[in-house]
């Protein structure tokens, strides 16, 4: 089971904004960096934001990341229909010393 | 530029050994974690363990440990994901990524290798 809890799906129409929640239900990882990963169909995943709010080279500003307590979110706005994907959050268990990933969300751009 | 390359698709069966590889270039090999995480069919990223290259230090996922070993070779800048006797419930994707840790504490995986397809079928 997972400790970080996302939306199986969320959807919205091209143009629009959609936001991702990432619930944290452990206090070990809540005081950690979330970051987001976009994983297009059949590729391999990669890197949207890091440090819970920080966007690498090249990507674009559309997307951006937020943490506020035990619950960061991911927002994309401007969607397109290049962005349909599955989204993954991930965080560090300090505690266990491991890696944890949110379930992950099936964006689809109707 | 930074790139991780992963050893092709391997089709395999139950009880055989394998293991599979991911090569980096374009960084310091020594001064990045590289962790292994498995992708089975139509599921999330599971995270499997990391290896410090430079040390050889590695930690696992307690739903990996005992199962598979990680393990690098510095000299050719080569991390390695190894099982002693597969099951068909290891058909999975398996992706290297290098994983950004400091300080007791990792914080992002900002490069991923294409991914090695595993099968595991008699």
């Known amino acids: 089971q997972s400790v970080l809890t996302q939306p199986p799906s969320v959807s919205a129409a091209p143009g629009q904004k959609v ?3 990432c619930s944290v239900s452990s206090s070990n990882i809540g005081n950690n960096f979330v970051s987001w990963y976009r994983q297009l169909p059949g590729t391999a995943p990669k890197l949207l934001i890091y440090e819970n709010n920080k966007r690498p080279s090249g990507i ?3 997307f951006s990341g937020s943490k506020s307590g035990t619950s960061a979110t991911l927002g994309i706005t401007g969607l397109q229909t290049g962005d349909e994907a599955d989204y ?3 965080t560090w268990d300090s505690s266990l010393n491991l890696w944890v990933f949110g379930g992950g969300t099936k964006l689809t751009v109707l | 530029e930074v790139q991780l390359v992963q050893s092709g698709a391997e089709v395999k069966k139950p009880g055989e050994s394998l293991r599979i590889s991911c090569k980096g270039s374009g960084y310091s090999f020594t001064s990045y ?3 292994w995480v498995r992708q089975m069919p139509g599921k999330g990223l599971e ?3 990391r290896i410090d290259p430079s040390d050889s230090y590695t930690n696992y996922s307690p739903s990996f440990q005992g199962h598979v070993t990680i393990s690098a070779d510095k000299s050719i800048s080569t991390a390695y994901l190894e099982w002693s006797s597969l099951k068909a419930s290891d058909t999975a994707m398996y992706y290297c990524a290098r994983l950004y840790c400091s300080g007791g504490r990792c914080y992002e995986f900002d490069y991923w290798g294409q991914g090695t397809l595993v099968t ?3």
């Open chain 1, 19 to 21: 936001t991702i929640s």
């Open chain 1, 88 to 90: 993954y959050c991930g």
């Open chain 2, 120 to 122: 595991v079928s008699s």
């Open chain 2, 47 to 49: 995270w499997m363990g």
């Open chain 1, 60 to 62: 674009p500003d559309r």
């Open chain 2, 33 to 35: 974690w590289i962790s």
